[in-house]
């Protein structure tokens, strides 16, 4: 079957630095999310993208934090002064069409660690 | 707003023994999908099963079944035969306004031989 990369699978970085999350949708998918799951938390909801723009963003998607695809294969998520709230484990997906009834890819995510 | 709702924040169930984990929702729209993920100590989320709500049959994928209770607003998975393997958390979630998934807080299943 085929899968979302992502990485690194870890990624520690002291606070304030800018950290880059990087992820390789399935080839034919055309929408786009990024996930997070604080540690023993549920999985929250924090961006789509569909058509090269922003579609949806969640109140935690704030001014920190930016989506690109800078190419036909790579989709990334930085996030540009980390907080130490921003530890948790990133998941990035994506999904061939709209419909409500596809079932959405995950990635096996990037942990992230802010110190 | 729509909402989904795990009730058991930790189930535990022999080996070969069937169990069900619950999942209740709320939503105003007419079509809306159900998934369930599951999620082991390494970290991926893995798809296990869907249900559209206008499906009129339960769905059903190898041993997993969604037992769809559209009235009462409950999506329950249903494990038949547990194996040590399905030692994991398990999410329910909705397809929510404009495709995001909502997740509910998820149940952590362990089987016992």
């Known amino acids: 079957e085929p899968e979302v990369t992502q990485t690194p699978s870890h990624q520690v970085t002291q606070m304030g630095q800018e950290v880059i999350l990087r992820c390789v949708p399935i080839?034919?998918?055309?929408?786009f999310y990024w996930y997070r799951q604080i540690l023993g938390q549920k999985v929250e909801f924090l961006v789509s993208?569909?058509?090269?723009?922003?579609?949806?963003k969640s109140e935690i998607f704030d001014d920190q934090f930016s989506v690109e695809r800078p190419d036909g294969s790579n989709f990334t998520l930085k996030i540009r002064s980390t907080k130490l709230e921003d530890s948790a484990m990133y998941f990035c997906?994506?999904?061939?069409?709209?419909?409500?009834?596809?079932?959405?890819?995950f990635g096996s995510g990037t942990q992230l660690s802010v110190l | 707003a729509q909402k989904i709702t795990q009730t058991q924040p930790g189930m535990f169930v022999q080996e070969k023994e069937a169990v069900t984990l619950d999942c209740t929702y709320d939503?105003?729209?007419?079509?809306?999908?159900l998934f369930w993920y599951k999620q082991p100590s390494s970290g991926e989320m893995i798809f296990l099963i869907y249900?559209?709500?206008?499906?009129?049959q339960n769905a059903t994928e190898g041993r997993y079944s969604l037992n769809f209770q559209k009235a009462r607003k409950s999506a329950n998975l249903v494990i038949s035969a547990s194996q040590l393997g399905d030692s994991a958390m398990y999410f329910c979630?909705?397809?929510?306004?404009?495709?995001?998934?909502?997740f509910g807080t998820g149940t952590r299943l362990q089987v016992f031989p």
């Open positions: 997906a994506s999904k061939e069409t709209i419909r409500t009834d596809e079932k959405l890819f």
């Open positions: 080839s034919n998918h055309l929408y």
């Open positions: 993208f569909y058509n090269n723009e922003i579609s949806e």
């Open positions: 939503t105003s729209d007419q079509s809306y999908g």
């Open positions: 249900q559209g709500s206008y499906d009129e």
């Open positions: 979630a909705m397809t929510g306004p404009r495709d995001k998934l909502i």
